[in-house]
T-cell receptor
Framework: GQNIDQPTEMTATEGAIVQINCTYQTSGFNGLFWYQQHAGEAPTFLSYNVLDGLEEKGRFSSFLSRSKGYSYLLLKELQMKDSASYLCAVRDVGGGNKLTFGTGTQLKVEL | IAGITQAPTSQILAAGRRMTLRCTQDMRHNAMYWYRQDLGLGLRLIHYSNTAGTTGKGEVPDGYSVSRANTDDFPLTLASAVPSQTSVYFC??????????FGPGTRLLVL
């Protein structure tokens, strides 16, 4: 099975940088995904890591350490529209493309 | 249509009634999923289908059934709704790389 932990809430200032952490314990690991979900909307895909290291995509970057069971999502140059819930999800080796989601981190961006 | 559609958008249902939530995708993805999302519990997998003609149970399958007669459609049926099935239901499909794409959701209230 999977166990995924993320902080429940975070607050950051517009223009700043914020790091959202995710730790996981899994019987088998085959990739980690980050999704963004605005209130009342569906989750949308942000990033995918399967190998150790940093994946950069514009203002968003995601890091993975498989040996530590740890990932983070880094958001730079924060904008008000980045206020949303950020979901960490892990895919295990035996489950096809099934994902197990964390409960999400609610990020509030303030002026 | 483009992507994934779900119907209805929202529904109020009397306990004991039967209800089918519809999901259709036009991306020719083989795998599809049904999740429920509840405050504080995150996204939980109800049922999934790796390809047309096959289905499997997720984390919380009790009280729900699915069918996958073709690639595009993946309906979710509540045979006899109970108040604990009040939730937001998301359908998703995944591409060959395993990235899941979500429909807009169905908000269900069971009274």
């Amino acid at each position: 099975g999977q166990n995924i932990d993320q902080p429940t809430e975070m607050t950051a200032t517009e223009g700043a940088i914020v790091q959202i952490n995710c730790t996981y314990q899994t019987s088998g690991f085959n990739g980690l995904f980050w999704y963004q979900q605005h209130a009342g909307e569906a989750p949308t895909f942000l990033s995918y890591n399967v190998l150790d290291g940093l994946e950069e995509k514009g203002r968003f970057s995601s890091f993975l350490s498989r040996s530590k069971g740890y990932s983070y999502l880094l958001l730079k140059e924060l904008q008000m529209k980045d206020s949303a819930s950020y979901l960490c999800a892990v895919r295990d080796v035996g489950g096809g493309n099934k994902l197990t989601f964390g409960t999400g981190t609610q990020l509030k961006v303030e002026l | 249509i483009a992507g994934i559609t779900q119907a209805p958008t929202s529904q109020i249902l009397a306990a004991g009634r039967r209800m089918t939530l519809r999901c259709t995708q036009d991306m020719r993805h083989n795998a599809m999923y049904w999740y429920r999302q509840d405050l504080g519990l995150g996204l939980r997998l109800i049922h999934y289908s790796n390809t047309a003609g096959t289905t499997g149970k997720g984390e919380v399958p009790d009280g729900y059934s699915v069918s996958r007669a073709n690639t595009d459609d993946f309906p979710l049926t509540l045979a006899s709704a109970v108040p604990s099935q009040t939730s937001v239901y998301f359908c998703a499909s995944s591409d060959r790389l395993g990235t899941q794409y979500f429909g807009p959701g169905t908000r269900l209230l069971v009274l």
